[in-house]
């Protein structure tokens, strides 16, 4: 296993996600430099997946025309000009257009990383290589609103030195990668075009992860300006570290639980913990906002998850492609669309009353996404009987 290769393509995905809540803790500044509200930052939020969809849906089979390492390159740049597009004009415009050129990234990163880490470090270590890229990649979504917290607690500004900082280390990220070897083999008669697919049985793991990345979107967008009410909204950067990256300290327990199991259980925490945050968050107890992000993170990035796509990836055996296409379909929709809702109704009706409502719903779905995995799971097993 060539070790330096896979700590470059590793550091490489880490820059990439980085990017993503680099500027996550500035929200509630950027939206109050516009005049504008928690609704337009939710709505300049959720431009990131819609970046994201037309590489889910439509170049799912780019890679195999171009190559894996010119779609990792291309992510570096896009992840480049999105940052320096955020010092040059800081605000929610460029915040929007930032965060579709990161979607865009982050697609492409998601498709083929594990399969070209798995190319880098051979065959036969491929748990090995999903260890590297969960880790790299999880510990970027964090990494980036952590880094930009502390400078804020130091100096507040719309453009923190760690702008400038990322700008230094996805740049060397960039020349690491350009001299990685690249043997994906080109089929240029391989369809674009994959829609995805629900087949019986996957429904209740597709709810689950919605809500799980609804929870974890809420805590990037909408919890500073909750925060700011304290005056602690320059510490939202840690409460997406914990929401982002906890969840890899519980990856290993939930990867030796069935599916199933592991999927109940990341939904029994979920409601405890988002009850957690959100009372810390509106009574300013930042403790008790931290605690309930890792909590949070070890169901959203931990046991709903890995449980989740396992299980979805164990029913469609057939096609595995379209299932999981169909599987991040519904977690991306929960990325935006209850958070952007859950953005109007604070403008609306205030911090408490939109979050006390997001919790009444998360829990009737965390208990009809329950009852849905108990009977996939008795699909699973009739499935498995037949076929036997």
């Given at each position: 296993?060539?070790?330096y290769?896979?700590?470059?393509?590793?550091f490489?995905?880490?820059?990439?996600?980085?990017?993503?809540?680099?500027?996550?803790?500035l929200?509630?500044?950027?939206a109050a430099?516009?005049?504008?509200?928690?609704g337009?930052t939710?709505?300049?939020?959720?431009?990131?997946?819609?970046?994201i969809?037309?590489?889910?849906l439509?170049?799912n089979g780019l890679?195999d025309?171009?190559?894996?390492k010119?779609?990792?390159l291309?992510?570096l740049?896009l992840?480049?000009?999105?940052?320096t597009?955020?010092?040059?004009?800081p605000g929610?415009w460029?915040l929007?257009?930032a965060?579709?050129?990161?979607?865009?990234?982050?697609?492409?990163?998601?498709?083929?990383a594990?399969g070209?880490?798995?190319?880098?470090v051979g065959?036969h270590?491929q748990?090995?290589?999903?260890?590297y890229?969960t880790?790299s990649t999880?510990l970027?979504?964090?990494l980036?609103?952590?880094?930009?917290s502390?400078?804020i607690?130091?100096?507040?500004?719309?453009?923190?030195?760690?702008?400038?900082?990322?700008?230094?280390?996805?740049?060397?990220?960039?020349?690491m990668?350009i001299s990685l070897?690249?043997?994906?083999?080109?089929?240029?008669g391989r369809t674009?075009?994959r829609l995805?697919?629900y087949?019986?049985?996957?429904?209740?793991?597709g709810?689950a992860?919605?809500?799980?990345?609804?929870?974890?979107?809420?805590?990037i967008a909408?919890?500073?300006?909750?925060l700011?009410?304290?005056?602690?909204?320059a510490?939202?950067g840690?409460?997406?570290?914990?929401?982002?990256?906890g969840?890899?300290?519980?990856q290993?327990?939930?990867?030796?639980?069935?599916p199933?199991?592991?999927?109940?259980?990341?939904l029994?925490?979920?409601?405890l913990?988002?009850?957690?945050i959100?009372?810390?968050?509106?009574?300013?107890y930042?403790a008790?906002?931290?605690?309930?992000?890792?909590g949070?993170?070890?169901?959203?990035?931990?046991?709903?998850y890995?449980?989740?796509?396992?299980?979805?990836?164990a029913?469609?055996?057939d096609?595995?492609n379209?299932a999981?296409a169909?599987?991040?379909?519904?977690?991306?929709?929960?990325?935006s669309?209850p958070?952007?809702v859950?953005?109007?109704?604070?403008d609306?009706?205030g911090?408490?009353?939109?979050?006390?409502?997001?919790?009444?719903?998360?829990?009737?779905g965390?208990s009809?996404a329950?009852?849905?995995?108990?009977r996939?799971?008795?699909?699973?097993f009739?499935?498995?009987?037949?076929?036997?």
């Amino acid at each position: 296993m060539n070790r330096y290769q896979a700590f470059r393509l590793s550091f490489a995905l880490c820059m990439i996600t980085t990017a993503v809540n680099l500027p996550a803790p500035l929200y509630d500044a950027l939206a109050a430099r516009d005049g504008l509200g928690v609704g337009a930052t939710t709505l300049a939020f959720a431009c990131y997946v819609a970046g994201i969809m037309p590489v889910l849906l439509g170049l799912n089979g780019l890679a195999d025309r171009v190559g894996r390492k010119p779609l990792i390159l291309l992510a570096l740049l896009l992840c480049l000009i999105a940052t320096t597009l955020m010092l040059v004009a800081p605000g929610l415009w460029a915040l929007a257009l930032a965060r579709f050129l990161l979607g865009i990234g982050t697609a492409f990163t998601t498709a083929i990383a594990p399969g070209y880490m798995q190319m880098l470090v051979g065959r036969h270590a491929q748990q090995t290589s999903t260890h590297y890229v969960t880790a790299s990649t999880a510990l970027g979504f964090g990494l980036g609103a952590a880094v930009t917290s502390i400078f804020i607690l130091w100096a507040p500004s719309v453009t923190p030195p760690s702008f400038w900082i990322y700008l230094g280390a996805a740049g060397l990220a960039l020349m690491m990668v350009i001299s990685l070897p690249d043997e994906t083999a080109r089929s240029t008669g391989r369809t674009l075009w994959r829609l995805p697919a629900y087949p019986r049985g996957t429904l209740g793991y597709g709810v689950a992860i919605l809500l799980a990345w609804a929870t974890v979107g809420l805590v990037i967008a909408i919890l500073p300006s909750t925060l700011n009410q304290h005056g602690l909204s320059a510490w939202s950067g840690f409460a997406t570290f914990g929401v982002c990256s906890g969840g890899v300290l519980f990856q290993p327990w939930a990867r030796k639980l069935p599916p199933r199991r592991a999927t109940a259980l990341g939904l029994c925490i979920l409601p405890l913990s988002y009850g957690l945050i959100a009372w810390g968050a509106i009574e300013g107890y930042l403790a008790a906002v931290l605690a309930g992000t890792l909590g949070a993170s070890s169901a959203c990035y931990g046991f709903i998850y890995l449980g989740g796509l396992s299980g979805v990836l164990a029913i469609a055996k057939d096609i595995p492609n379209e299932a999981s296409a169909g599987y991040f379909l519904m977690a991306y929709i929960g990325f935006s669309l209850p958070v952007v809702v859950t953005g109007v109704l604070v403008d609306a009706i205030g911090h408490s009353a939109a979050l006390t409502l997001f919790g009444g719903v998360l829990l009737v779905g965390v208990s009809a996404a329950a009852w849905l995995v108990k009977r996939s799971a008795r699909y699973a097993f009739e499935l498995g009987h037949t076929a036997a």
